[in-house]
């Protein structure tokens, strides 16, 4: 019972942190503690394992869908434009 709890209680704590792992965030890393605790229990957990391959599929395709579908050149000029002329206008005020 007490191990079934302890292993409950790992993948609930792995399940917050596996989008941070995953991502490997530069922004917000996981200490290396964390990261070396999770991969060990990826390593032994199929639930927390089939979790990680649904995030990795998950971002691929989201990445794929990026791909196909990125703004026209001309709107990223306007916007790009528009961008420094709100620069230009908060450094004259």
Do not use: F, K, N
Not at 13 to 32: F, K, N
Not at 50 to 62: C, K, Q, T
């Amino acid at each position: 019972m007490i191990t079934w709890m302890q292993s409950m209680v790992q993948c609930r704590r792995s399940a917050a942190r596996l989008e941070q792992y995953l991502d490997a965030d530069p922004s917000a890393p996981l200490p290396a503690d964390e990261r070396q605790r999770l991969a060990a229990h990826l390593a032994v957990c199929d639930r927390c394992t089939r979790a990680a391959a649904r995030h990795r599929l998950l971002r691929a395709s989201l990445h794929r869908l990026g791909d196909h579908h990125r703004p026209d050149a001309a709107s990223l000029a306007r916007l790009q434009h528009l961008v420094h002329t709100i620069a230009a206008d908060d450094e004259r005020s």
